[in-house]
């Protein structure tokens, strides 16, 4: 059934070649008792390794029931193990951080048995050999003779062909040696025993047959088998260790080892717990900001200006590119450059025409909240107080052009003038939804205008108002210094057109018509403040001034009644001013049309967007008005909100990054650490790889054992650090707090811990790829032989 024929095996350790095996020539039958003889250092146990398929032979062939092994492969060689043969070592090799029953158990767990028929067939050997009250122990809590006799029911436990035993009474003291060999006997009934020893007596005792073994071949066989031509049907199971197994072989193994174990997780976590600490940081703060920016920049309407600064693409990334200025700024150079600042101007005027405006109107209503329109029109404004008729000074410009140009800029609508300050705010831009006012400012007293004849008066936080603006409103401003709201809700005002208000003098010129009284009682729209109003208090940027506020719709209005008005009609022919004659500059008559209301077009147009989200869009809708126009043509806005947006999120990602970048590194260094950690675990652990092998594990097998280690502590130190992390979240929450009255900035993300835990695992994989190959590479009979 097994033949050893003409088997040579030959050690080189540099120069120097020592022959183990000379050409061995010996058959055994299936069933005999063996015992080899000879010196030390003969070839004993160097045959049983090759028996034993531990060790290749380098010439020569083993023939196991008439099959040769020639052509074995690796995975054929572990199935033999596993299946065919049972060792038995002078030094029990015993698996110490498992118990009796995990040892026994080691060889059906490689083979694939279930768990309830292993445990059954381990306790069934270990009671045969005596051992049944032991089975939880470890093996260091058992005598010599015991680990032997545990070694044995390990090489029994699934139920193998050939035993193979080298020296295993050689630890052994006389009396529990003999009754090793009784035992050994016993299984010699049904099984081959082979069995290595240099002591004759033993061997006569108890062994069927006796070879002596010298120099490397056999110098006498007591009972030589001569013909072993059997043809046995020969089949073996292929062995696997499942990853769950050396997961839990590993976990034992760590679990002797806990300080060790739970240090280098730790160290290993504090690279992630530096880079779970910055994420949630930064995450915080970001957070922080996000919600700043669709709070108060959401606010923050698209401004479309007619005096817009260029914002062509080129010089928007430059604007946007611009920093202090660095080395690389400044020219070499020993001349002066000539340029013309005029060429080199980067105003661009914005023609916000009929064309434009209706573009506008046809925007998507989901993403726009209103879009509001500045024209500076005039209001031909009386008032009535105690029967006296006056009017309301808004405006104190000589020249006309009611310095809305300077005004422009403050906010939407905003005409600030040496009087009251008037200010239009925008209609829904879809109907029956909430309005600009309704959304940014609270009444304090009144009720939101129901209609475009209703007017607002908006006072500051302090519900201050200019004193001067009430004072040209009409009320008596002399020693008080307050105005009940009362007093205010209800004032009504006339709106006088221009025919009405200007004639026509002989000198040609237009001027403002005195006869108040009888306008106020006969002409014009009365106009109603219906409300004090305030900015929320949650609102960030409000665009109302102080003073008079009412609709945009009433300004259309205003123009629709006023384009045509006698005054209009003499100013559009002229180039003088029609009111005091004197000659314009630039843009004056433009202005004055406008004022007078004879200009439909705005000066300025603010689209507020829905949210945040819907800004894109917007931008997206007004940035196709372009596509395929002349530069003159293009319309370009300015979208303030986004360059911050742009800025800070930069800010933050760069801060992150820099920050994410050191933390990095102590995680190569642990990375490094758990490298050196495996290399260590696995020359400690180089006897079990031995013994693995020699139960039959395959190559893969070992590299899944040292996996299984490193990914447990990768799990733990990745676990570890988020947890340290996250409890560590809560001091630094703290700190901030007390430092700059932010609360809950840190905060772990949870797909950032998932994600780090992940890293973790990956990188101590990594780092213990290399030993863990080292080990599964080691020689069985070498990895045996360790100490
Ligand atoms: P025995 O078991 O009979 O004492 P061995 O089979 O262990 O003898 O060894 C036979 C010879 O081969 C000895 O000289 C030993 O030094 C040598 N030998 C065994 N294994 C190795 C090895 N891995 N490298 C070098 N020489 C070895
Ligand atoms: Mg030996």
Not at 132 to 161: E, T
Not at 363 to 380: F, H, K, L, W
Not at 405 to 428: D, E, F, I, K, R
Request: hydrophobic share 40%.
């Amino acid at each position: 059934m097994l033949q050893v024929k003409n088997v040579k095996k030959s050690y080189t350790t540099g120069e120097f070649t020592q022959v183990a095996l000379n050409g061995v020539d010996i058959n055994f039958r299936e069933n005999e008792f063996v015992a080899i003889l000879g010196q030390s250092g003969s070839g004993k146990t160097t045959l049983l390794n090759i028996i034993g398929g531990l060790d290749q032979y380098d010439s020569g062939d083993l023939i196991i029931n008439g099959k040769s092994t020639k052509n074995f492969k690796d995975g054929d060689w572990d199935a033999y193990r596993n299946n065919s043969v049972g060792f038995v070592f002078q030094s029990y090799n015993l698996i110490t951080h498992l118990s009796i029953l995990d040892n026994v158990e080691m060889g059906m767990t490689l083979s694939g048995v279930s768990a309830d028929e292993k445990k059954k067939r381990a306790v069934e050997v270990l009671e045969r050999v005596g051992l049944k009250d032991h089975l939880h122990k470890k093996p260091n809590q058992l005598s010599g003779g015991q680990m032997q006799r545990v070694a044995i029911a390990r090489a029994l436990a699934n139920d193998p062909d050939i035993i193979l035993a080298d020296e295993p009474t050689g630890a052994l003291d006389t009396t529990t040696s003999e009754q090793i060999m009784d035992l050994i006997k016993e299984i010699a009934d049904d099984k081959l025993v082979i069995m290595v020893t240099h002591n004759p007596e033993l061997a006569e005792q108890y062994a069927d047959r006796i070879v002596n073994f010298r120099d490397g071949h056999v110098l006498h066989d007591s009972n030589p088998y001569l013909e072993a031509e059997d043809s046995s049907h020969y089949e073996l199971k292929k062995t696997s260790m499942s990853f769950l197994t050396a997961l839990k072989l590993s976990g034992k193994n760590i679990a002797t080892k806990k300080w060790r174990t739970g240090l280098t997780a730790f160290a290993a976590s504090i690279g992630i717990i530096g880079i779970a600490l910055i994420l949630s940081l930064s995450n915080g703060f970001q957070k922080q900001i996000d919600a700043f920016q669709s709070d108060a920049l959401a606010e923050f309407p698209i401004i479309v200006s007619q005096q817009a600064v260029n914002m062509d693409e080129e010089s928007l990334s430059e604007m946007r590119a611009e920093g202090p200025l660095t080395k690389k700024d400044f020219v070499k150079s020993n001349e002066v450059y000539l340029y013309n600042p005029e060429e080199n101007s980067v105003t661009h005027k914005n023609n916000i025409n009929q064309e434009y405006l209706d573009y506008l109107n046809k925007i998507d209503a989901d993403s726009v909240r209103s879009i509001g329109y500045t024209r500076v029109v005039g209001m031909n404004l009386l008032r009535k107080v105690d029967d006296t008729v006056s009017p309301v000074s808004f405006s104190t410009s000589s020249s006309g052009t009611s310095g809305s140009q300077s005004s422009s800029s403050t906010g939407a609508g905003m005409t600030s003038m040496n009087g009251v300050g008037l200010s239009s705010y925008p209609a829904p831009f879809k109907k029956g939804e909430e309005s600009y006012l309704e959304k940014n400012y609270d009444v304090l007293a009144g009720a939101y205008p129901k209609s475009d004849t209703e007017m607002v008066l908006v006072v500051d936080n302090k519900n201050r108002i200019d004193e001067n603006s009430m004072k040209n409103l009409g009320f008596d401003i002399e020693n008080i210094d307050s105005i009940k709201f009362d007093d205010i809700v209800g004032t009504e005002l006339k709106l006088i057109d221009n025919d009405q208000y200007y004639e026509k003098t002989n000198l040609g010129n237009f001027v403002p018509k005195n006869n108040y009284a009888e306008m106020y009682d006969n002409a014009g729209m009365t106009l109603k403040i219906s409300a004090v109003v305030r900015q929320k208090e949650d609102v960030q940027v409000a665009m109302l001034g102080q003073g008079i506020a009412y609709s945009d719709t009433l300004v259309e209005e205003i123009i629709n009644r006023e384009k045509d008005s006698d005054i209009v009609k003499a100013q559009k022919e002229t180039d003088m001013n029609v009111m005091t004659m004197e000659k314009f500059d630039s843009d004056g008559k433009q202005n004055f049309i406008a004022y007078l209301g004879g200009d439909a077009s705005p000066m300025m147009v603010y689209i507020y967007p829905k949210d945040f989200d819907t800004k894109d869009q917007i931008v997206d809708y007004l940035d196709k008005y372009n596509d395929g126009k002349d530069n003159k043509d293009k319309v370009v806005y300015t979208d303030l909100a986004s360059t911050v947006t742009e800025m800070t999120g930069g800010i933050m990602n760069g801060i992150t990054l820099v920050l994410v970048a050191f933390a990095s590194i102590s995680l190569i260094v642990s990375l490094i650490m758990v490298g050196i950690i495996t290399y260590i675990s696995v020359l400690e652990r180089t006897k079990e790889i031995g013994v693995l092998r020699a139960l039959g594990a395959r190559k893969k097998d070992i590299t899944r054992v040292f996996n299984a280690e490193t990914l447990i502590i990768g799990a733990c130190s990745g676990l570890l650090g988020i947890f340290i992390a996250y409890a560590l979240t809560f001091p630094v929450n703290q700190v901030i707090e007390n430092m700059t009255s932010l609360t809950n900035v840190a905060q772990l993300n949870p797909i950032h811990a998932l994600l780090l835990v992940a890293i973790s695992i990956i990188l101590t994989l990594i780092g213990g790829a290399i030993p863990a190959r080292m080990a599964a590479k080691k020689d069985p009979v070498e990895a045996l032989r360790s100490e």
